[in-house]
């Protein structure tokens, strides 16, 4: 039976932490993701869970901790923000190539310098290659249900891979909006307990994090790469048994109008909210507009993003972070190369926009909308790398 609540974007992942009730949590408080370790921790202290929390000196350290404890059979977690994951960057790595399931919340907030606490996505697509599974969420309910999700994804025998969820601080992590809980026998029941194969204090000899020499290493990132490729099935399956026991459906991505859609946004975390309202807006002025909304960034489902974009003649990528490539965002580039091969490619153009936690209005839709528009009319995606909402341009 559901469980009614009206929670911020923290406390979702804080509830779904303490129903799962991990072996570890080992965490370094850091804007805007401190509440949730700030909840889990009153939660250790009154004796609601059962969980090992580590206090650390700094989110290095945190992700040293969860490694440790996952390679020796326990169930870890941790959660952070911005530069906050910058500094386990080494560590993200180490999580990944030694197929440890480990599981991230990450409060998305932009990467210094300047200093900046609010929102965007630097700090995960920065990650995004190093072996991750990421998930992205569009509002508190999602930040939810993928975070139970994601140990399931993770801790599957044909995966083994860290995963993060995602969420837009601020923007959701602080506010409160109305979800549906499952009880936490239900959680309990679908999330399972943690059987690893193999770990540190079974008994049985094994090495974990040994230098791994030029007759080895490459084998072991070809493994890897095979389970990011497999683990789009995982994801599918997961995400129907979780469709099942909730009546919440979830998908690689969400295509929100996109049934005879001339012109489409890509987008992803809580801007898709912003994106629908525009599209209706047009839709009741008879335009063929539609949504595509990102869920699940790696693994990237190339194939499907491409089928659902075939039909489409212009596409606008929006990416609310900047590779600094000088030719545009990371999720632009992924979708780009999705559509290589279709026999109509759509006419593609990318917008940057919201850097710093900057605010995106209907009106910054509205204008990539328009901007479609003439792509169409003149059969031209000239100067693709496009910035909407910064002063002066």
Same mark, same amino acid.
């Given at each position: 039976?559901?469980?009614?609540?009206? *929670?911020?974007?923290?406390?979702? @992942?804080?509830?779904?932490?303490?129903?799962?009730?991990?072996?570890?949590?080992?965490?370094?408080?850091?804007?805007?993701?401190?509440?949730?370790?700030?909840?889990?921790?009153?939660?250790?202290?009154?004796?609601?869970?059962?969980?090992?929390?580590?206090?650390?000196?700094?989110?290095?350290?945190?992700?040293?901790?969860?490694?440790?404890?996952?390679?020796?059979?326990?169930?870890?977690?941790?959660?952070?923000?911005?530069?906050?994951?910058? *500094?386990?960057?080494?560590?993200?790595?180490?999580? &990944?190539?030694?197929?440890?399931?480990?599981?991230?919340?990450?409060?998305?907030?932009?990467? &210094?310098?300047?200093?900046?606490?609010?929102?965007?996505?630097?700090?995960?697509?920065?990650?995004?290659?190093?072996?991750?599974?990421?998930?992205?969420?569009?509002?508190?309910?999602?930040?939810?249900?993928?975070?139970?999700?994601?140990?399931? @994804?993770?801790?599957?025998?044909?995966? *083994?891979?860290?995963?993060?969820?995602?969420?837009?601080?601020?923007?959701?992590?602080?506010?409160?909006?109305?979800?549906?809980? *499952?009880?936490?026998?239900?959680?309990?029941?679908?999330?399972?307990?943690?059987?690893?194969?193999?770990?540190?204090?079974?008994?049985?000899?094994?090495?974990?994090?040994?230098?791994?020499?030029?007759?080895?290493?490459?084998?072991?990132?070809?493994?890897?790469?095979?389970?990011?490729?497999?683990?789009?099935?995982?994801?599918?399956?997961?995400?129907?048994?979780?469709?099942?026991?909730?009546?919440?459906?979830?998908?690689?991505?969400?295509?929100?109008?996109?049934?005879?859609?001339?012109?489409?946004?890509?987008?992803?975390? &809580?801007?898709?909210?912003?994106?629908?309202?525009?599209?209706?807006?047009?839709?009741?002025?008879?335009?063929?507009?539609?949504?595509?909304?990102?869920?699940?960034?790696?693994?990237?489902?190339?194939?499907?993003?491409?089928?659902?974009?075939?039909?489409?003649?212009?596409?606008?990528?929006?990416?609310?972070?900047? &590779?600094?490539?000088?030719?545009?965002?990371?999720?632009?580039?992924?979708?780009?190369?999705?559509?290589?091969?279709?026999?109509?490619?759509?006419?593609?153009?990318?917008?940057?926009?919201?850097?710093?936690?900057?605010?995106?209005?209907?009106?910054?839709?509205?204008?990539?909308?328009?901007?479609?528009?003439?792509?169409?009319?003149?059969?031209?995606?000239?100067?693709?790398?496009?910035?909407?909402?910064?002063?002066?341009?």
């Amino acid at each position: 039976m559901a469980i009614r609540e009206r *929670l911020s974007g923290n406390e979702a @992942i804080a509830t779904a932490l303490k129903q799962v009730n991990p072996d570890v949590v080992a965490a370094y408080p850091i804007t805007p993701s401190t509440e949730v370790v700030h909840y889990f921790s009153q939660y250790v202290a009154d004796g609601k869970v059962g969980t090992e929390f580590v206090a650390v000196e700094s989110e290095h350290s945190a992700m040293s901790a969860c490694i440790g404890a996952q390679a020796a059979g326990a169930r870890s977690a941790t959660v952070t923000s911005a530069c906050g994951l910058a *500094l386990m960057w080494e560590l993200l790595y180490v999580a &990944s190539g030694h197929r440890l399931p480990v599981t991230l919340a990450v409060i998305n907030r932009a990467l &210094s310098g300047p200093i900046n606490i609010n929102n965007d996505h630097s700090d995960s697509m920065g990650a995004r290659d190093s072996g991750w599974i990421q998930l992205y969420s569009e509002n508190n309910q999602e930040a939810y249900d993928n975070y139970l999700m994601s140990l399931r @994804i993770a801790e599957h025998p044909d995966v *083994l891979l860290p995963t993060m969820t995602c969420q837009d601080g601020f923007i959701t992590s602080h506010a409160i909006e109305n979800i549906e809980l *499952l009880e936490t026998e239900a959680v309990q029941k679908f999330v399972g307990k943690y059987k690893p194969e193999r770990h540190l204090i079974d008994g049985k000899p094994m090495s974990v994090g040994p230098y791994d020499t030029v007759q080895f290493y490459f084998e072991h990132q070809y493994q890897r790469a095979q389970a990011m490729l497999g683990a789009k099935k995982v994801i599918l399956d997961v995400f129907k048994e979780f469709g099942e026991l909730t009546g919440r459906k979830y998908g690689l991505f969400e295509e929100y109008k996109m049934e005879d859609a001339e012109r489409a946004i890509v987008v992803l975390n &809580s801007s898709a909210g912003t994106a629908k309202y525009v599209c209706d807006k047009l839709r009741a002025n008879g335009e063929k507009v539609g949504v595509i909304k990102l869920r699940v960034f790696r693994p990237f489902p190339m194939a499907e993003i491409a089928k659902a974009l075939a039909h489409v003649k212009a596409v606008a990528v929006m990416d609310k972070c900047d &590779s600094f490539s000088a030719v545009g965002g990371p999720v632009f580039a992924d979708v780009r190369s999705a559509c290589y091969d279709l026999e109509n490619r759509p006419l593609m153009i990318n917008y940057i926009y919201g850097l710093g936690g900057r605010d995106v209005p209907v009106e910054n839709f509205e204008t990539v909308y328009a901007a479609l528009s003439e792509v169409i009319k003149t059969g031209k995606a000239d100067n693709f790398y496009r910035h909407v909402g910064v002063r002066g341009v």
